[in-house]
């Protein structure tokens, strides 16, 4: 971080990454940890039915992914498996646009890691809140999102490979009733109501973001890429497995629910699954998806706060933040990262669903605008590095393929309310202010800083050619 004076970066000899001692993860608890970061089932997609209609939601959950969620899948598969080590998208963007910029990197996607994972206590009392209404506000709802923040804590010290199983218990739960529901519901489904659509009546700001909301976050797994099990053949395996399941996952609840029941579009919004299930099922089934919802909330909290720990830990690996980031408990798990990461849950849990998406929305496009660069100026400059996995196309194609997302991120935040941008910006603005605090404090020695020897250089790309900003 010191010496480099803003020098652009390029990977040149990229070995294997720094070996640990605590068990890796294998493919089927990575399938699993991707489909928590990106889903964890189809709670939360119902406002994009109360946004835009049936025809419109069933629609966006079929096309978005091949927009956003193919192409940043595949980025993440060749960029995480080039990069095999925690710091992931942090060190994809130092390397190819230097050390500055990976930082604002680092802070923008932790923050929108953060404020993502303030939304899964709210989803789970959202869903528990029709049985027990004392959950709906007041000190039990904040008793209750404490509780149930620290307790998931625990469960991230206590190592990342109870987690990934953990994860395939959870999901296999979460699934289950969907499933269930999809086999009563056919003497019930009438096809014409997935066809019924009002363009004069689409909200598409909460439409947008809704879609985005839950079919994004396919990077966060590169931040565990160190962690993982022969990484250069498990990561992309996994994506693509995950992939299927969460468009699966999204599409036939959406299927179900909007085909069994008469349509009532003000009453979708985050929680309505369970009254679905009940008309459908009856309260049994109702019970089912609210506790399949609460379980699923728990799986996306840890995968989440497991990414964004862990990346924190790769940052402090490569010097961008104090050494005491990249220390490990005796689980493997680094318990600073962990902290911090619960403690800004905490504190941004006073948020509303729509503006936790919003925001978080808005500061993953940043990030995410970042990665593309790279992604494209790494395969103009560094075409000969090895790359495990590569997608099969050449410069062109790779610009081609990254312009559906660009222009989706460009709506998302042309839609962005005032109150969300004024956020949102002020939390881009905490990188621009504590980078240059970073390097004053390792001058002044206040805090110790140390890159760690085991992992490859970034060395610096020299020739004037070789940039794109």
Not at 58 to 80: H, K, N, Q, R
Not at 145 to 152: A, E, H, K, N, R
Not at 338 to 365: D, H, K, P, R, T
Request: proline share 6%.
């Amino acid at each position: 971080m010191g010496g480099h004076n803003g020098a652009d970066y390029v990977e040149i000899n990229v070995p294997s990454p720094r070996v640990n001692h605590h068990k890796k993860v294998s493919l089927l608890p990575l399938i699993f940890l991707i489909f928590y970061e990106v889903s964890g089932g189809p709670f939360g997609v119902e406002d994009s039915v109360r946004a835009a209609g049936p025809l419109l939601a069933l629609v966006g959950f079929l096309i978005f992914p091949l927009i956003w969620s193919v192409p940043e899948a595949l980025i993440t598969a060749e960029m995480a498996t080039m990069f095999p080590e925690n710091g992931g998208y942090v060190v994809w963007v130092s390397s190819a646009l230097g050390p500055f910029w990976g930082f604002q990197q680092g802070v923008m996607k932790w923050l929108s890691g953060v404020i993502d994972n303030a939304l899964y206590p709210v989803l789970f009392l959202d869903y528990l809140k029709s049985g027990i209404p004392a959950l709906e506000s007041g000190l039990p709802r904040v008793l209750a999102i404490v509780g149930i923040t620290i307790f998931l804590t625990f469960m991230n010290y206590r190592g990342l490979t109870i987690v990934g199983w953990v994860a395939i218990l959870l999901g296999v739960f979460s699934i289950l009733p969907f499933v269930v529901m999809g086999f009563i519901s056919i003497p019930k489904l009438e096809p014409k109501r997935w066809l019924v659509a009002d363009m004069h009546n689409v909200n598409w700001n909460l439409y947008l973001n809704t879609l985005f909301w839950n079919l994004n976050y396919w990077d966060s797994i590169s931040t565990l890429a160190g962690e993982v099990e022969n990484p250069k053949r498990t990561l992309p395996k996994a994506l693509f497995y995950a992939l299927i399941l969460v468009v699966l996952g999204y599409f036939f609840p959406l299927l179900t629910g909007i085909g069994a029941i008469s349509l009532q579009r003000d009453s979708w919004t985050d929680g309505y699954f369970s009254d679905v299930a009940k008309i459908i099922g009856g309260v049994w089934l109702r019970w089912w998806i609210q506790g399949a919802a609460a379980l699923s909330n728990m799986g996306m909290f840890v995968a989440e706060m497991s990414g964004d720990s862990f990346q924190l830990l790769g940052m402090a690996e490569r010097g961008m933040l104090p050494e005491m980031f990249a220390k490990r408990s005796r689980y493997g798990t680094p318990v600073i990262g962990i902290l911090f990461s619960a403690s800004g849950v905490v504190m941004l849990s006073w948020m509303s669903f729509q503006e936790i998406v919003a925001a978080e929305n808005f500061l993953y496009c940043f990030g995410m605008m970042m990665e593309l660069i790279a992604f494209i100026r790494l395969r103009i400059i560094a075409p000969n590095s090895p790359r495990p996995y590569k997608i099969p196309v050449g410069t062109a194609g790779a610009i081609m393929m990254c312009v559906p997302p660009t222009i989706l991120m460009c709506c998302v935040l042309a839609l962005t309310k005032l109150r969300v941008f004024v956020v949102s910006l002020a939390a881009v603005a905490i990188g621009l202010i504590l980078q240059p605090c970073m390097k004053h404090i390792e001058k002044k020695k206040w805090l110790r800083f140390s890159t760690n020897s085991d992992l490859p250089d970034l060395h610096v790309a020299t020739r004037d050619n070789q940039t794109l900003i």
